[in-house]
């Protein structure tokens, strides 16, 4: 099956600073979404992007399926970014290590 | 609506105890999951269905039997736990293949086996 590799797997920043979370997958992929899991461990979709950018709010991403991987952008970022983030590809949804952001105020 | 209902939230069991976890969707979705999440892992596949029909199993102990009686509905029986299975049980559903299929996950059980 298709593996997922996300990078940095951690992250400090301070409140305000921008930051890029990256996925890279191993195949070609038809679904690839970005999710924040809060600590309560519910995962939000924050992106269904299996190709082109995105944007809402602070938050941006990329994905260039002919180069396999995409980009999450965060922009200003705020104490309540504060989590894990993931991406998942494919139809059956395989998951990234995920990136551990921690915004300090 | 994008809600998938997960019950019950938080489930303790013991190891000769036979308990099922359940997951509701009503957005007609035709696909869906079943995943394991141990602290500070991310969620491992455990069961797709497809049209109520299983297409991955990925070497789940037997302990573990899903089903999926319609397809709104997805069970996961739990039957002779061990201490190693508690964990946070994540259900998905997703539009079938070929369309957006964005997937969308409900709340999770806490499951404790002592």
């Known amino acids: 099956g298709i593996q997922v590799e996300q990078s940095p797997p951690d992250l400090i920043l301070q409140e305000g600073a921008n930051s890029t979370l990256r996925c890279n997958f191993s195949?070609?992929?038809?679904?690839l979404q970005w999710f924040h899991q809060n600590p309560w461990g519910q995962l939000i979709n924050l992106f269904y992007?299996?190709?082109g950018t995105k944007q809402n709010g602070r938050l941006s991403a990329t994905t260039v399926a002919t180069e396999r991987y995409s980009l999450l952008y965060i922009s200003s970022s705020q104490t309540t970014d504060s989590g894990v983030y993931f991406c998942?590809?494919?139809?059956?949804?395989?998951f990234g290590a995920g990136t551990r952001l921690t915004v300090k105020p | 609506d994008t809600e998938v209902t997960q019950t019950p939230k938080h489930l303790v069991m013991g190891m000769t105890n036979k308990k099922s976890l359940k997951c509701e969707q009503h957005?007609?979705?035709?696909?869906m999951y079943w995943y394991k999440q141990k602290a500070k892992k991310p969620p491992e596949l455990m069961f797709v269905?497809?049209?109520?029909?299983?297409?991955i199993n990925e070497s789940v102990p037997s302990r573990f039997s899903p089903e999926c009686p319609n397809s709104s509905l997805l069970n996961l029986h739990l039957h002779a736990l061990q201490p190693e299975d508690s964990a946070l049980y994540l259900c998905?559903?997703?539009?079938?293949?070929?369309?957006?299929?964005?997937?969308?996950f409900g709340q999770g059980t806490r499951l404790t086996v002592v």
């Open positions: 998905a559903s997703s539009p079938p293949r070929g369309v957006n299929t964005e997937a969308f």
């Open positions: 195949d070609s992929v038809n679904n």
């Open positions: 992007i299996p190709s």
């Open positions: 998942a590809a494919n139809n059956d949804m395989r």
């Open positions: 957005m007609g979705h035709r696909a």
């Open positions: 269905y497809s049209y109520e029909k299983l297409s």
